[in-house]
């Protein structure tokens, strides 16, 4: 019988013990160091009974039971088994993807047998839970020195714009005319993305909020950050939009175009670009409503939605936009200043006014 360590799973350390994470059936369990350092013998397909010859009888009946449950438990496959053929298709599958994209997916895919409260049960859970854990605020104020934008009219004119003209109209622009984008219509833009919703601004007990774009379970875990470059009366660098007060908070660092650019993985049009827009989620918000894996996911399709709406008001301002999800997050969460384990970066839109 020849058997390799099963590449659906990852290992790590935990309490002490190391713990076989098989993130395609959803099953983790901790592993002897015995089974650890064989698992090591059989990185590739190696067969038992070769492996096992040199050793005295009662050590090679030992580890010949470990080794049967390596097999049973999935840790180790037998080459041309049922779960080998499986393993080939994945590893097809996913190419060069690579392990850690197939991890995050397959963790967070849901299997038929997913768990899922009923809304009543899952409020209830949540009132047990506002009194012993108290949910993060959905609003965020940086301190420091703020800069207050213009009033907001109650019907902006922009949006008299039929949607279907827009929906048509809205293209990812990668060039931007060089003139500078007026800061109360960057302050409409902001407050449509990120300020509660003028028709719904109550924020609920446990932090639910309503903005113009949908997010899973009103968390709005998503926060918008400005660089200007080009904006009347603003003077440049990035800054924080908070949309419970509708100001912007000075972070400080101004970008030249090329760092602007290399953050945006070498993307010049993102570095010559008048206004971006990064927007970072704050984990915690989401976590405190929903703590299974799958959540991640839903903090991912929050940062989609929220861009089509940017795309949607920008073309319907005047304004050229393009996403960008190609990014060294790294030096975005140096300048912004998050902490990359609790607010991570998710994407930037660069805005300007459209070419001539
Ligand atoms: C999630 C996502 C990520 C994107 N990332 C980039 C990017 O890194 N660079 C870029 O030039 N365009 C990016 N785009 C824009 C797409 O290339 C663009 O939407 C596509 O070419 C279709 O063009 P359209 O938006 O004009 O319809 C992204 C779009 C989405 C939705």
Known sequence: MRVKVAEHAALFYRDGTVIWDDYLHHRQFAISETAELLCRKFARFADVDELLAPLAEADRVALRKVLDELVEAGVLVVEGSPRHEEELRLLRGWADWGASARYFHFASRTLGDAPYLGADEHDAALEAKLST???????????????PLPARPARPSWAREGLF????????????????????????????????????????????????????????????????????????????????????????????????SEAAGDQEWVGRAPLVLAYTAVLERTRWRYDTSRAYRVVQMDVGHLSQTAYLVATALGFGIGFTAALRDELVELALGCDAYHEVVLGMSALGPLPE
């Open 165 to 260: 003209d827009v929906l048509l109209a809205r293209r990812t622009t990668r060039e931007f005319g060089d003139g500078p984008l007026p800061l109360g219509r960057v302050g409409e833009l902001l407050a449509v993305l990120a300020a509660p919703s003028p028709v719904r601004p109550r924020i609920g007990r446990s932090g639910t909020v309503f903005k113009t774009t949908p997010s899973g379970g009103g968390r709005h875990p998503v926060e918008v950050y400005v660089h200007a470059r080009s904006v009347e009366g603003l003077a440049p660098g990035w800054y924080h939009y908070d949309g419970s007060a509708h100001v912007l908070e000075r972070i400080g660092p101004v970008w030249t175009a090329e760092e602007m």
């Open 133 to 147: 854990v108290p949910p993060p605020p959905p609003f965020r104020s940086l301190g420091g020195e703020r800069v």
